[in-house]
């Protein structure tokens, strides 16, 4: 529910309790996984397929000297649901400014599709991270 402008939610036990949400960087002091993932995108040409080449994310860097940030990025062709792995970023490596991360595209997996989607993963304690854009580099290939 929203009460004065903030999201609460209650807890999954018999407690009774409630809860704010979007503070924190933990479940009461356990890890947790945060993910994103993206729309399928298409780029305007749903009906041709494009060669993949890389990926720019431009991502909030660590808050604090003290955390250990590492994003996993993935990505998904044709609207399935098999993974290919893009890499990992530390977050940590710029605290100063806006990071932007550059993943390529293994040629070893799979590069070419009409549709592509991406994921973003970090897992345990203190592992909040922040996506603000991104540029994906491709070619339209040709018409068969």
């Known amino acids: 529910g929203i009460y004065q ?3 609460y939610c209650g807890d ?4 009774g309790f409630v809860y704010l949400q979007d503070v924190g960087t933990d479940d009461s002091g356990v890890g947790f996984t ?3 993932k993206t729309k399928a995108f298409n780029m305007g040409m749903p009906e041709r397929k494009k060669k993949f080449s890389r990926l720019y994310l431009d991502l909030d860097p660590e808050a604090n000297d003290s955390d250990s940030i590492s994003l996993t990025a993935r990505y998904y062709l044709e609207r399935s649901t098999t993974s290919y792995s893009l890499s990992t970023v530390d977050l940590g490596e710029d605290p100063g400014s806006l990071l ?3 993943f390529p595209f293994a040629l070893s997996n799979p590069t070419s599709g009409r549709y592509i989607q991406f994921e973003l993963e970090a897992n345990g304690l203190n592992q909040p991270f922040k996506l603000f854009g991104g540029r994906l580099h491709f070619r339209p290939l040709r018409r068969d």
């Open 5 to 7: 402008r903030k999201l």
């Open 12 to 15: 999954s036990t018999a407690t």
């Open 34 to 36: 945060s993910r994103i």
């Open 100 to 102: 932007v991360a550059k």
